[in-house]
Antibody, heavy 119, light 112 residues
Framework: EVQLVQSGAEVRKPGATVKISCKVS????????IHWLQKAPGKGPQWMGL????????IYAERFQGRVTIVAETSRDTAYMELRSLRAEDTALYYC????????????WGQGTLVTVSS | DIVMTQSPLSLPVTPGEPASISCRSS???????????LDWYVQKPGQSPQLLIC???TRASGVPDRFSGSGSGTDFTLQISRVEAEDVGVYYC?????????FGQGTKLEIK
């Protein structure tokens, strides 16, 4: 069974940085891109970026460019997403997701990590 | 960037009745491979989004056959032949053709 297990909820002050982890099990970590998405209350998911775990190639959405960094640690089958210069509107659930055999980019999802930004 | 537009945004349905959700993209999602890079997801209350349909019409593993996806180019439809109580949630279409990948606003399906 494929599982993506994310780190726990975080609370940060405006201007701070948060780093979330996503451990993949049940599949070969390097086979598919790993994506990160932001889900704010009442809004559709926003795609933030991706990494190819084997090559380290990253692509970021322009709206997060300069504030987000995604890395993959193949020895731990774990991806990380760091978001800097946090603001109140970054309060959201953050998901990692990866592909599988169906052809979808986002076949498997983590459970989500709630980040609350508040002074 | 490709903009995805869904309708309706709210969909009250009587159990056993059919339901249909429309999704339109600002650019064609038809790839030279012949596949439409359009996926459907549902986010049930308290859960992560889960894949229903990929490449426009391919059901994901374990998805009941009462769910079907159709369409090509810029116009797509998700159909549920007979809605059940467990289908409650927010349904999203997503274009997977080019980055930044983008989602529709979501359609909230509720049971009458």
């Amino acid at each position: 069974e494929v599982q993506l297990v994310q780190s726990g909820a975080e609370v940060r002050k405006p201007g701070a940085t948060v780093k979330i982890s996503c451990k993949v099990s049940g599949k070969i970590f390097t086979d598919h891109y790993i994506h990160w998405l932001q889900k704010a209350p009442g809004k559709g998911p926003q795609w933030m970026g991706l990494i190819h775990p084997q090559h380290g190639q990253t692509i970021y959405a322009e709206r997060f460019q300069g504030r987000v960094t995604i890395v993959a640690e193949t020895s731990r089958d774990t991806a990380y997403m760091e978001l800097r210069s946090l603001r109140a509107e970054d309060t959201a659930l953050y998901y990692c997701a990866t592909g599988g055999t169906t052809g979808s980019l986002l076949e498997f999802w983590g459970q989500g990590t709630l980040v609350t930004v508040s002074s | 960037d490709i903009v995805m537009t869904q309708s309706p945004l709210s969909l009250p349905v009587t159990p056993g009745e059919p339901a249909s959700i429309s999704c339109r993209s600002s650019q064609s999602l038809l790839h030279s491979s012949g596949y439409n890079f359009l996926d459907w997801y549902v986010q049930k209350p308290g859960q992560s989004p889960q894949l229903l349909i990929c490449l426009g019409s391919t059901r994901a593993s374990g998805v009941p056959d009462r769910f079907s996806g159709s369409g090509s180019g810029t116009d797509f439809t998700l159909q549920i032949s007979r809605v059940e109580a467990e289908d409650v949630g927010v349904y999203y279409c997503m274009q997977a053709l080019q980055t930044p990948y983008s989602f529709g606003q979501g359609t909230k399906l509720e049971i009458k």
